[in-house]
């Protein structure tokens, strides 16, 4: 077993993070600056663009789509891309600089998958050449949909159109103006067994009938310019060929789109807690309290080692998910997947609360992205599937893989 990046990942990740450091760093305050003031939301900062094309021709450019996908993959594995996620993690805005931002990936691998010609050319090109971004409308405000065989909003047949009625709520994305396709999930077939019952239809953003309703905030904010909001979907009218898939395939889209999208999720989160790791060291060599400086208290130190400890777990537990999905497909690779989206985003929310707790009361101020860390990761527990589904579905797993009928307690150390 060796544990060292492959030469090419290294290239990669050199690569990537002299992008980083030359044209991300240096206009970090001043992208939080616009996305928080209230006189440029919903507009993106003007200086995205120009980026994204400097990011595309240094070949720093979908790099999360995995080599299985052919033409429209830069050839990276899953192994190949974690430490670049990690890298685009480390900062909240980063990712889509690189064409690498949610929804659009999960969204993307659900066009290069299951897509047809015709829907591949018109959204999954302009998607892939970021002159769109999209949204996944899944979550409904009357239905619990942690399971999401409870997608209620309806899809029904009309002649050679569906036509959708119901509500979604929390959907990311939908207010950025570049924002142009949206992938919903809704119910066509209520009589069909539980899985086969909800299907996945491509719904233009400017399409009779969508309306946004509100936008919902997280811990206060807004997060412009893409948002989360509620969208209420009256009489709109597409026609048959929007189906992906066909009826009745939605929860099996579901679930396929969540697989890897649910591992860089992770790979972010580790970048993040790697962030406040560091700023935690440099902080406490800065800082004296009762004539010792907070570097040589070993409760300080406590806190740093338990930092540190915790990330290793998880960036370990991280690579061995995203390596046995390259090896063995994300279908076989589901525990180590469930696994990891538990501990993940929880290890670093807990890291940034240390940081923020070391930092004293800086580090609830936007002086330092602690707060901004703390909060993402506390949702992102809940986006994706929450903590407790995915270890009600682990824990069901692996039960069922110990268990051994008629076996005695005590045999279970000869498995
Ligand atoms: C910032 C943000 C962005 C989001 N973006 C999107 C998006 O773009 N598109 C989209 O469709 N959705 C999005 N979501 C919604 C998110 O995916 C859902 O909130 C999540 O799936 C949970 O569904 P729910 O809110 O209906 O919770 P419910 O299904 O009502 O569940 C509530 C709670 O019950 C508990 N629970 C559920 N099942 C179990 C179980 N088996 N065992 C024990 N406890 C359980 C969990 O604690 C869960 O949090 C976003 C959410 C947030 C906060």
Not at 299 to 313: F, G, L, P, T
Not at 357 to 375: C, K, R, T, W, Y
Not at 381 to 389: I, K, M, N, S
Request: charged fraction near 25%; proline fraction near 6%; charge should be neutral.
């Amino acid at each position: 077993m060796f544990f060292d990046y492959t030469e090419k990942t290294q290239n990669l990740i050199d690569k990537l993070q002299a992008f980083v450091d030359a044209n991300i760093l240096p206009v970090d305050r001043e992208v939080h600056a616009w996305n928080a003031d209230p006189a440029n939301r919903w507009k993106p900062w003007p200086g995205l663009e120009p980026l994204k094309e400097r990011a595309k021709a240094a070949g720093l450019w979908n790099l999360f789509l995995p080599e299985e996908y052919g033409e429209y993959s830069p050839g990276l594995t899953n192994l190949d891309y974690a430490p670049l996620a990690e890298i685009m993690g480390r900062n909240m805005w980063s990712a889509e600089v690189f064409n690498c931002s949610a929804p659009d990936t999960g969204n993307m691998e659900v066009f290069a998958k299951f897509g047809t010609a015709a829907q591949k050319k018109e959204w999954l090109l302009p998607l892939l050449a970021g002159e769109i971004r999209s949204a996944y409308l899944m979550t409904e405000p009357d239905h619990a949909c942690s399971d999401a065989t409870n997608v209620r909003t309806e899809i029904r047949s009309d002649g050679n159109d569906y036509v959708i009625n119901g509500k979604k709520w929390w959907i990311s994305g939908v207010m950025d103006p570049r924002c142009k396709v949206l992938l919903l999930m809704g119910q066509t077939n209520p009589e069909n067994p539980r899985h086969t019952q909800q299907s996945t239809v491509i719904i233009p953003r400017d399409a009779p009938g969508v309306k946004v309703i509100r936008a919902q905030t997280v811990f206060g904010d807004v997060h412009s310019p893409g948002g989360h909001c509620e969208v209420h979907l009256k009489d709109v009218r597409i026609p048959k060929e929007n189906i992906i898939l066909g009826e009745g395939r939605g929860f099996e889209i579901a679930q396929g789109r969540l697989g890897p999208g649910r591992i860089h999720h992770c790979m972010r989160s580790i970048g993040s807690a790697q962030r406040a790791l560091e700023l935690m060291c440099q902080r406490v060599t800065e800082r004296k309290t009762f004539g010792r400086m907070l570097s040589d208290r070993s409760s300080i130190r406590m806190e740093i080692a338990k930092s540190y400890c915790d990330i290793e777990q998880a960036r370990l537990l991280t690579l061995k998910a995203a390596d046995a999905i390259d090896r063995y497909g994300a279908r076989n690779a589901k525990d180590l997947i469930g696994a990891i989206k538990v501990v993940a985003p929880k290890m670093a929310q807990t890291v940034a609360d240390r940081a923020i707790q070391i930092f004293g009361g800086m580090g609830v101020s936007d002086d330092v992205p602690l707060a901004e860390i703390l909060a993402t990761q506390r949702f992102i527990r809940l986006a994706d599937g929450p903590d407790e589904v995915h270890a009600s579905q682990l824990g069901k797993f692996k039960i069922a893989q110990y268990a051994k009928p008629g076996a005695g307690w005590n045999n279970i150390s000869e498995t």
